[in-house]
């Protein structure tokens, strides 16, 4: 059995935010499962979260068998924008989760290396450490498990498992680089997707306008618009009920009344559960002024086109409709013009361009 243990002593305040040091040791026993660290530990990570991130949500839990190292960090970078990954070397998991627009694809839909198309919206990746369930239609419960998906997927890198490991073993640079991250240069697909898991949960992002307003006590930091498009975000528009603080997610799968017939049945294709057709991931509005278009199909194109939606179109008969979704069906939802402005200017104001242009999330 694989153990380790966390210590979270240290704490120190950095400039207002709160220094984590994960010491993370690693017995040497037995593992049965291939790719678990045998008995091997590199450099733990030190995350820097801001100190109200701690208070609110804390700190993500990894899968006991992945804890984050430097050297897996950093192999988990090289493998986010390896093209190696896919069959004819087009196409590396960047090329789809694009930095400048938070990692999504500003295409409505990505087109695969044989020039065919998905039907869905490449997703955010943000802060997806906390969450428990990926993909729109939330069938994949781990980022592990996520990450073994585009690599096989027909429509996206085409390739097969076998064959990347082959090229990544011939590779002049990989081998060593798992012997860093997992003490073992035999790559196997286990560890790619254990490298670019860690990889994404250091992709954080905490450090929007607003964030500096709410919790980092700048008052100068949003406009008078911004600050009246957040109380109705946290009141009378009802957002906040689905796309809770701090994430601005949330772990259940809602209908938000897109359709009254979904074409797309989202959850009940991993459910089989008929009270499940039209519920889909809440996605983080996070960096949502840079991730358009918006929703799973893509149909809006703006922030304004999904307000207007939230305004005057949410189909209230639609089936598996969510009950947060009462003050719709209750008819309490009326946003003017000047409402439905400061709505999007608030989203606006979720945009961290540190984040953005964070050099260690970068090819490297
Ligand atoms: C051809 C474009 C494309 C490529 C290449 C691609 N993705 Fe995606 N990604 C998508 C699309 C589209 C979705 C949503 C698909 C769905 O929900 O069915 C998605 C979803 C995701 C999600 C889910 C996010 C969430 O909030 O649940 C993660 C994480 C992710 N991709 C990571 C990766 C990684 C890691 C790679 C490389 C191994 C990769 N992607 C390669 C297009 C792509
Ligand atoms: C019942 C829960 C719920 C409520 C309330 C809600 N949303 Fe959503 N929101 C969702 C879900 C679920 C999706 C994804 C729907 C899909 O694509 O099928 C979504 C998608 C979005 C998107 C697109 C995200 C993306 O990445 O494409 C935006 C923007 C958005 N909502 C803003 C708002 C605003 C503004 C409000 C308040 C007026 C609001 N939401 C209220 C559940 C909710």
Known sequence: MYLFQME?????????????????????????????????????????????????????????????????VALGRKLFHEKALSDNYTQSCASCHVQEHAFTD??????????????????????LAWDLRFFWDGRRNTLEGQAHDPVTNPIEMRNTWPE?????????????????????STI??????KAIAQFERTLLSFNSRYDRFYYG??????????????????????????????????????????DLSPQDSGFYLVTGVNAHIGRFKVPTLRNIGVTGPYMHDSRFATLEEVVDFYA??????????????????????????????????????????????????SAP
């Open 312 to 361: 005057d179109d949410v189909e209230l008969n639609s089936p598996n409709l969510d009950a947060h979704m009462f003050p719709w069906v209750a008819g309490h939802i009326d946003l003017d013009a000047t409402e439905r402005e400061a709505l999007v200017a608030f989203m606006h104001a979720l945009t961290d361009d540190d984040f953005l242009n964070d050099p260690r999330f």
């Open 188 to 193: 196997d697909s286990n560890l790619v997707v």
């Open 106 to 127: 500003p295409d409505p839909f990505s087109e695969g290396t044989n020039g065919a198309f998905g039907d869905r919206n490449a997703m955010a990746v943000i802060n």
């Open 8 to 72: 979270r002593g240290m704490r120190t305040m950095v400039m207002g935010a709160l220094l984590l040091v994960f010491a993370m040791g690693c017995r040497k026993e037995k593992d049965p499962s291939p790719g678990g660290n045998v008995g091997f530990s590199g450099t733990p990570v030190e995350l820097d979260l801001p100190s109200w991130v701690m208070d609110s949500i804390g700190i993500p839990a990894w899968p006991p068998d992945n804890p984050l190292t430097v050297e897996g």
């Open 164 to 184: 990347v490991e082959a090229r990544l073993q011939a590779h002049p640079e990989y081998p060593s680089l798992f012997e860093a991250a997992f003490g073992t």
């Open 217 to 258: 006590g700048d008052s100068t930091a949003l406009t008078e618009q911004e600050k009246h498009g957040m109380d109705l975000f946290f009141r009378d528009a009802h957002c906040v009920d689905c796309h809770r603080e701090h994430t601005f997610s949330d772990p259940g799968m809602r209908n938000n009344g897109l």
